[in-house]
């Protein structure tokens, strides 16, 4: 059973940096691709960015871009992402999700990952 384990989110002021971290376990997931999606409050889960874990290729949203970085550990089974340049909109709980591989267009979608963490609570404060 896959198990997947967020944190490192927090209060930062507007133009600051986070680092989320999710710890993955319970199986090998080198035909896996990880994703951090986010949810603010009375909206829907949206995709944020993307890593497949044999290639190392990742994806971004386009309001990320440029800012966010995702990255893996692949001895630590961890997915990170690394915040910068925070603005207020980036507010929201951070998820982690893992998904069997999948073609590139398809990891925006929820439904296609059958895995997820907990949550993490990112607030950037203006």
């Known amino acids: 059973q896959v198990q997947l384990v967020e944190s490192g989110g927090g209060l930062v002021q507007a133009g600051g940096s986070l680092r989320l971290s999710c710890a993955a376990s319970?199986?090998?997931?080198?035909?896996?691709?990880m994703g951090w999606f986010r949810q603010a409050p009375g909206k829907e889960r949206e995709f944020v960015a993307a890593?497949?874990?044999?290639?190392?290729?990742?994806y971004y949203a386009a309001s990320v871009k440029g800012r966010f970085t995702i990255s893996k550990d692949n001895a630590k089974n961890t997915v990170y992402l690394q915040m910068n340049s925070l603005k207020p909109e980036d507010t929201a709980v951070y998820y982690c999700?893992?998904?069997?591989?999948?073609?590139?267009?398809?990891?925006?979608?929820?439904?296609?990952?059958?895995?997820w963490g907990q949550g993490t609570q990112v607030t950037v404060s203006s």
């Open positions: 999700g893992a998904a069997m591989m999948c073609v590139p267009d398809s990891l925006v979608v929820v439904a296609m990952y059958d895995s």
């Open positions: 319970g199986r090998t997931f080198s035909n896996y691709a």
């Open positions: 890593i497949l874990w044999n290639s190392g290729s990742a």
